[in-house]
């Protein structure tokens, strides 16, 4: 794996990023650069939108000018992908359109590549076709989770559809498997989630909730399934 230093820049907002969060931007136009490097530059301050430090969560708007400070990437050319992985992934195909594939993502694939994931399914799928090589992710799942899975085949795509998919007005549904009785058959888990510190990868309720971590609100109905065995 080859490191590429970046001098520092500056990138003027066009129509593609309007109303688009700064994280995300940068996640999309830093190629190579880990995502958790880039929270850590907007963080310290390092990122300047109009001159101004901001948060990640900032919207931005058409001509604002963001500069971005040097950094070292990787570089991804060497790493391979088999025929297994792509096989694997082109099976998950749901639906393909003109701007958007629907994959159905299995448990245990990464979204993405970092933290020692070397390729995850953007990766694969931008190796599969020269057609998919501008594709982007629209949102995320974690690794161990199954699910339905949107991915834009370009930048412009992206940004519209991920102004959808994060609209307040968006729900998204899950169904978990547990095992053992819940009291109610409904109700809401109002819990602030933080990274665990004990394993930074993943993200856990504080012990001391006091403010700290982000919202997390969860609305949840039982659905109760009774298991039988079959004679075979």
């Known amino acids: 794996m080859e490191e590429i230093f970046h001098p520092v820049s500056s990138y003027i907002v066009t129509s593609d990023y309007d109303g688009v969060r700064l994280d995300n931007c940068l996640i999309s136009r830093l190629k190579g650069l880990p995502r ?18 901001s948060k990640p969560s900032l919207k931005l708007k058409k001509g604002d000018i963001i500069r971005i400070p040097p950094y ?23 639906t393909e359109e ?27 799928i931008r190796k599969i076709d020269s057609k998919y090589e501008g594709a982007h992710l629209v949102h995320r799942i974690d690794k161990e989770t199954s699910g339905l899975l949107v991915i834009a085949k370009t ?9 959808q998919f994060y609209l307040k007005t968006s729900k998204r549904k899950y169904l978990a498997l547990v095992w053992g009785i819940i009291p109610d058959e409904k109700g809401t888990i109002n819990k602030r989630l933080a990274r665990d510190p004990k394993n930074r990868l ?11 971590g ?10 109760y399934t009774h298991l039988r065995a079959h004679e075979t």
């Open 36 to 53: 958790t490097k880039v929270y850590s530059i907007i963080r310290k301050g390092e990122v300047r939108v109009n001159k101004s430090r």
């Open 72 to 94: 070292k990437s990787s570089s991804l050319k060497a790493s391979y992908t088999s025929k297994r992985d792509k096989d694997r992934v082109i099976q998950s195909i749901i």
């Open 98 to 124: 003109k701007d958007f594939i629907i994959f159905n993502k299995p448990a245990g694939m990464a979204c993405h590549g970092g933290s020692g994931i070397s390729s995850g399914l953007i990766e694969i």
């Open 155 to 163: 930048e412009f795509a992206m940004t519209s559809l991920a102004k």
């Open 202 to 212: 993943i993200m856990s309720v504080p012990v001391d909730e006091d403010g700290y």
């Open 214 to 223: 982000k919202e997390a609100i969860t609305h949840y109905t039982v659905s």
